[in-house]
């Protein structure tokens, strides 16, 4: 789809498209582009049950937006219209990290929502991984508007990012230093020196290929364990024992701790450091003194730091029924957020609306597919009935969602998420 401005595009609204195959039969679907250049898809299925579910997808992505990201989305997250919902997912304006300004682009898409088809009966944001803290952000952005109760009706955050943008990345910056300190590559000794926390310069040559590559020397990552040198495999076990991540996820958490981490000081922050590290005490290797001796340390801007927060952090504003899901091994958003996001709303004297649910699953970008249909179900009786849902509810409501989705419940209603920094490495703030 090529459309000539974001202006014409966004008066032209909505056009009529075909839907992915991985939505149900007659289902109408639109695509778009809004005035501020964020390309987006709706799905309406032909019996909607006027209820809207706007999607903040996760990333955040640093190229430019492309009309296919949004597609993708739509596919992932199909099983919601299959329940019956109407669904709407924007790309956001631009790459790279912006919390609020992808709150703005959903609250926008949601506005050309209600020009074409009409109020829905109820609005839920629904937030995945780094779309959990935009949603949560846009909960309370928009929880008022004119001095009336806002749009949304409800909010679903799953395998969220809710410990903001001064907490959520403290461990990824624990991995670049540590990484530096046992495998001396990034950067090379022969490269240009910088501080850790810019991620890369602006002007590096670096790819992605390149550092897998780095990392491979080092850790023997991308071979069989049997096939790793045993200084290799003593480098691995440095790395996951200290910043405690999976293997699996340690590429990602590199990657994001170079390329995100340069776009989020260096473009968003004019060059400002929001990450430190002094204080914090490294655990895990075969020396730990040596270790803590030997990495580098880094003092945050403290201004960098407000702005940040005033960007990406939950404050628990929030006036609406809140309901999450998180798997207990999640790879890549570390369960113990929720109880960052739980104590945000203990101290703003709201943790009356949220309700948390886990899953004993270890997968990330998507769980099961009869969890989901159970988790709006739940969150549409509270906002309609007053019948706020247990963890032990929610997951009796999953079983009978099974013959008609698939796959399995693995609900785990007693559990609850541990403090943050149990799982990340306190410091000093």
Avoid at 264 to 275: A, C, D, K, S, V
Wanted: with cysteine; hydrophobic share 40%; aromatic share 8%.
């Amino acid at each position: 789809m090529l459309l000539a401005t974001a202006a014409q595009a966004a008066a032209d609204g909505p056009q009529a498209a075909a839907c992915p195959k991985e939505l149900p039969a007659a289902t109408a679907c639109y695509t778009g582009q809004d005035g501020e250049g964020a390309f987006y898809w709706i799905a309406v299925p032909q019996a909607w049950n006027q209820v809207l579910v706007m999607h903040a997808h996760g990333g955040p992505e640093l190229g430019a937006p492309t009309l296919a990201r949004s597609e993708e989305d739509l596919k992932r997250w199909a099983v919601t219209v299959k329940a019956g919902y109407a669904w709407a997912g924007s790309t956001y304006r631009r790459g790279g990290y912006g919390v609020t300004m992808a709150a703005e682009d959903t609250e926008r898409l949601r506005r050309i929502f209600v020009q074409r088809f009409g109020t829905p009966r109820r609005t839920l944001l629904h937030g995945q991984s780094y779309g959990g803290g935009v949603a949560s952000k846009a909960a309370e952005l928009y929880a008022t508007v004119d001095g009336r109760r806002g749009p949304y009706d409800g909010v679903l955050l799953t395998s969220g990012v809710l410990g903001g943008g001064t907490r959520a990345y403290d461990f990824r910056l624990d991995l670049r230093v540590v990484y530096q300190y046992v495998c001396k590559n990034h950067p090379k000794p022969d490269e240009p020196a910088y501080p850790l926390w810019m991620g890369l310069p602006q002007d590096s040559p670096l790819t992605r290929a390149e550092l897998a590559a780095r990392v491979d020397a080092c850790t023997g990552l991308r071979h069989p364990a049997a096939q790793r040198s045993e200084q290799q495999k003593a480098n691995l076990a440095t790395l996951l024992n200290v910043v405690k991540i999976p293997e699996r996820s340690l590429m990602g958490h590199l990657n994001w701790a170079t390329w995100l981490f340069q776009d989020l000081t260096q473009l968003r922050l004019g060059g400002r450091n929001p990450f430190g590290n002094v204080g914090a005490v490294y655990q895990g290797s075969a020396d730990d003194a040596a270790l803590n001796a030997g990495v580098l340390r880094y003092a945050a801007d403290p201004v960098a730091v407000a702005d940040l927060a005033r960007d990406s952090n939950p404050e628990g504003r929030v006036n609406v029924p809140v309901l999450t899901l998180h798997a207990i091994h999640d790879p890549t958003a570390f369960v113990e957020l929720e109880t960052a996001y739980r104590e945000t709303l203990e101290r703003a004297g709201t943790a009356p609306l949220l309700v948390q649910t886990f899953s004993d699953e270890s997968e990330h970008s998507y769980l099961n597919d009869p969890e989901y249909p159970a988790l709006l179900s739940a969150l549409m009786d509270w906002i309609d009935k007053g019948d706020k849902p247990t963890p032990q509810q929610v997951a009796q409501r999953c079983a009978g969602f099974v013959a008609g989705y698939g796959g399995a419940c693995r609900f785990q209603p007693d559990y609850r998420s541990r403090p943050l920094d149990i799982r990340v490495t306190p410091r000093q703030r």
